[in-house]
């Protein structure tokens, strides 16, 4: 599947979910599913579902993955009722589990894979690929998944350095690192040079 950013093009077991007219805070929720109202998932589920895949497709870049990773992600966080206690935002609380499925799933799929279907998942040079997005695509494979990531977080997500370490649980000092190298990177980089010369 091309250049997935929501979720809206991948069915769900070829359904949808349905709206939800709940406008309980995601601290009501958590309260709620912790006296056992089973519905209060369906709505966080519903909630932060599209975020969840949307982080999935960014981190693995595949299909299935990103749809397994959506199953995880809240298959793990249903494990935490009820005694669940949520201290910081939902994506906040969210963000290592998918990031560590996404990461497990990689692994997962590079071992399972041959090498000639390892072959045709490699993005195309980008001299050859039309497609503006697919070359950005192919520029950011270029760069390692912490940098990538961090790039992402900051330039797509819009987070600061602050959140981005919060989220990443690791030093400020390291996001500010990673986020230096990763731009050094792209500056160096041919393939960005040309993008940003068309």
Known sequence: MEGIESSSSIRLSGQCMPETTDQRSDLELVTALNSGESTAFDVLYHRYSDWVLKMAWRLTRHEDDSLDVLQETFAYLAGKFPGFELTA?????????????????????????????????????SASAPNTGEDIAAVLSSLTDD???????????????????????????????????????????????NLLQE
Not at 92 to 118: H, Q
Not at 170 to 177: C, I, L, N, Y
């Open 89 to 125: 935002s939902m994506t906040t609380f969210l963000y290592p589990a998918v990031r560590n499925l996404a990461i497990a799933s990689g692994r997962k799929r590079r071992r399972s894979i041959g090498g000639s279907e390892m072959l045709e998942e490699l993005p195309q040079d």
């Open 147 to 193: 940098h990538r990531e961090i790039l992402l977080l900051r330039f797509v997500d819009g987070l600061n350095q602050s959140e981005i370490a919060k989220r990443l649980d690791v030093p400020v000092g390291t996001v500010k690192s990673r986020l230096h190298h990763a731009v050094r990177i792209l500056r160096e980089s041919p393939a960005a040079k």
